[in-house]
């Protein structure tokens, strides 16, 4: 199970001085693409893989988008999006809507995301753009009467706790992504890969 | 949404420097009193933000133990705001103005009218309710990162200037391409600026 990293020298030691003289609103924009390349990844690894991931550190996690997809293609004002929904519990696996519009090269940019370790589950948005959960639901296993003895403070950490093990996963996730994206077999690999995967979908 | 009730949403933000050996608990605690929320109910200020606790959302008294959870520090960034809608502005300010003409029997130059309406307006923005709005933020010192609770680029900016005046402590914006430099060791921070879309063509895509 991913936790919160311990306090390194790796959390972007010498970065102020790598982006000087860097216009952060510029740099965000330029990488935007980040965000939707993780997120279209995700979403098709997921697919293939049975929605399971083995993290960085070793740890199995299930992640899928559930219920609501939005796909994106272009910049500016020629920006085409598509928002593609399933009311189906569980949705039809073959979400074949999605696979055609990522062959007309769109790109996920948001989408209802759950996310699965152990005995935990959280359901959450994650948006292309800052890759921050947002509407986070929380449904840890928990004995009823242990929950129903937690005082705010004590029901407030452990929000806390739950929303800092799914932001690793996600910190996890985006990190497996980003060590596939830069490797040299990305093109050789990678790439025919999910290439491969995708005509079998369509 | 945050954390005390509903599903949260969270802006994540890094602290990019050690936290200070001076940064106690009680200094925290009184750097969070010297820029606390101050009350503007009944003045004619448009707008006042400040810190106030997290359990009790009308205090603004941060004693010991209100702000801090764990290893983490936890407060609200409350903003009250009232808006005098132009039209309103206007009505009256017609109303004043033939009152003035009646009482002198002039019309007001533009000096005159231009105080005429400063006045009217901060006298009429008392009579204005407020609006509150409540933004948990969360200070993760394990993770040396801070997260505030909702988004929306408003919201970021007040977050950011209050955080400045408060702590002093810098922070950077959590997003895809900070998180990438964050993530690959310094010398292959080249490699993710060099990166250009994409992912399935392997070739720039539009």
């Known amino acids: 199970m991913p936790k919160g990293k311990k306090k390194t020298e790796s959390r972007g030691a010498g970065?102020?001085?790598?982006?000087?003289?860097?216009?952060?609103l510029d740099l965000w924009r330029d990488k935007m693409f980040l965000g939707q390349e993780f997120l279209t990844w995700l979403y098709l690894t997921s697919e293939k893989n049975n929605h399971f991931f083995e993290l960085p550190g070793g740890d199995g996690v299930e992640a899928f988008f559930e219920n609501r997809l939005t796909l994106s293609h272009g910049r500016g004002n020629n920006r085409r999006s598509v928002a593609i929904t399933t009311t189906e519990e569980p949705r039809d696996p073959d979400w074949d809507e999605a696979y055609t519009a990522i062959g007309n090269n769109k790109r996920v940019i948001k989408g209802t995301l759950r996310v699965k370790?152990?005995?935990?589950?959280w359901r959450l948005t994650l948006?292309?753009?800052t890759l921050s959960p947002q509407g986070v639901k929380l449904s840890a296993v928990k004995d009823p009467a242990e929950t129903d003895d937690l005082g705010k403070a004590g029901k407030?950490?452990?929000?806390?706790?739950?929303t800092a093990e799914l932001v690793s996963i996600v910190d996890e996730l985006f990190s497996l992504f980003l060590s596939r994206r830069l490797s040299e077999t990305w093109l050789t690999e990678d790439v025919p890969r999910l290439k491969e995967y995708l005509s079998s979908r369509t | 949404m945050g954390f005390m009730k509903g599903n949260?949403?969270?802006t994540r933000y890094r602290v990019t420097v050690n936290l200070p050996p001076d940064f106690t608990e009680e200094e925290i605690g009184e750097r969070l009193r010297k820029q606390s929320f101050e009350d503007i109910e009944k003045t004619s200020e448009e707008s006042s933000a400040g810190w106030v606790e997290l359990i009790d959302d009308l205090s603004p008294a941060f004693e010991v133990g209100s702000y801090k959870f764990g290893p983490n520090y936890a407060f609200n960034l409350r903003e009250d705001?009232?808006?005098?809608?132009a039209k309103t502005l206007n009505r009256y300010y017609n109303i004043a103005e033939r009152e003035y003409f009646e009482k002198t029997k002039v019309r007001p130059n533009s000096v005159q009218k231009k105080e005429l309406k400063e006045n009217l307006r901060l006298s009429l923005l008392k009579r204005c309710?407020?609006?509150?709005?409540?933004?948990?933020?969360?200070?993760?010192?394990?993770?040396d990162e801070v997260w505030l609770a909702g988004s929306g680029e408003k919201t970021r900016l007040?977050?950011?200037e209050l955080w400045g005046q408060t702590f002093g402590l810098p922070v950077r914006l959590l997003v895809p391409v900070t998180m990438a430099l964050e993530t690959v060791p310094p010398e292959n921070r080249d490699d993710v600026m060099g990166l250009v879309p994409g992912i399935l063509s392997g070739e720039e895509e539009e």
């Open chain 1, 15 to 24: 970065l102020e001085e790598y982006l000087e003289g860097t216009v952060f």
């Open chain 1, 117 to 121: 370790a152990e005995n935990r589950e």
């Open chain 1, 127 to 129: 948006p292309h753009d």
């Open chain 1, 156 to 162: 407030f950490l452990d929000k806390i706790a739950l």
């Open chain 2, 8 to 10: 949260p949403s969270v």
């Open chain 2, 81 to 85: 705001s009232r808006k005098l809608p």
């Open chain 2, 129 to 143: 309710l407020l609006t509150t709005d409540l933004r948990e933020v969360v200070w993760l010192t394990g993770r």
């Open chain 2, 158 to 160: 007040l977050f950011e």
